[in-house]
Structure formats: C-alpha cells, structure tokens
Nanobody, 123 residues
Framework: QVQLVESGGGLVQAGGSLRLSCAAS????????MGWFRQAPGKEREFVAA????????YYADSVKGRFTISRDNAKKTVYLQMNSLKPEDTAVYYC????????????????WGQGTQVTVSS
C-alpha cells in the first residue's frame, strides 16, 4: 500500500495562496489516481480535487473550481494542490489520497491517505 505524507499547510490571510504537497512512497505511484479532501471543524469530510494517474484528467469541487489547481509529478512521486484566492471557508485539514483505478470524488474509492495538513485562512 502506498504511503502518503502531506505538507505545505499553514496560516494565510484571505485572498492569499498556499501550495500543498503530498509525497508518496513506492515504485508504483504513477499508476495511482490521486485526490485531495478536506475536513473543517464540526463538518464532514468533503472532496476537493482529483487527478488521473497520467495527469491528463482533473476534477474539482464546485467550491474550489477556478481557484485551486491539482497537479502531479510522477518522477518525484508527488501530487500538488495550488490554492489561490483563499477564503476563510477553506480552513480545514487537507488530506491526500491514492487509489488504483480511475480518479474519483468518493473517499471510499481511495485505499490510502495521509495524516493531513492544517490550512487556516484568516478573515
């Protein structure tokens, strides 16, 4: 099973930007579709973005479309989430996840996930 470690979270003012990274271990990273999810205090975990194993297809939640960009570098075994125009409602713990198969917006479709990285957006 692939192991994932998120990084890049922090505190940022509304309107600012952050770039999250998710580093994966294992030689088969390139065949995994990757996703980003987030969970805010007192709320359920929600889908943010996903990318196919090749990087050719991406999928975004409506709430982040046009502001966030998911990408991957298979040579570095890393997936990224560039977050621009951040809003206070983006405050959450962000998790990356991996699955063997097509990208998906469903948490249950992913077999591996990281420990999360905190993103806090001040108003």
């Amino acid at each position: 099973q692939v192991q994932l470690v998120e990084s890049g979270g922090g505190l940022v003012q509304a309107g600012g930007s952050l770039r999250l990274s998710c580093a994966a271990s294992g030689r088969t990273f390139s065949v995994y579709a990757m996703g980003w999810f987030r969970q805010a205090p007192g709320k359920e975990r929600e889908f943010v973005a996903a990318i196919s194993w090749s990087g050719g297809n991406t999928y975004y939640a409506d709430s982040v479309k046009g502001r966030f960009t998911i990408s991957r570098d298979n040579a570095k075994k890393t997936v990224y989430l560039q977050m621009n125009s951040l809003k206070p409602e983006d405050t959450a713990v962000y998790y990356c996840a991996a699955r063997s198969g097509p990208y998906s917006s469903r948490w249950s479709d992913y077999g591996s996930w990281g420990q999360g990285t905190q993103v806090t957006v001040s108003s």
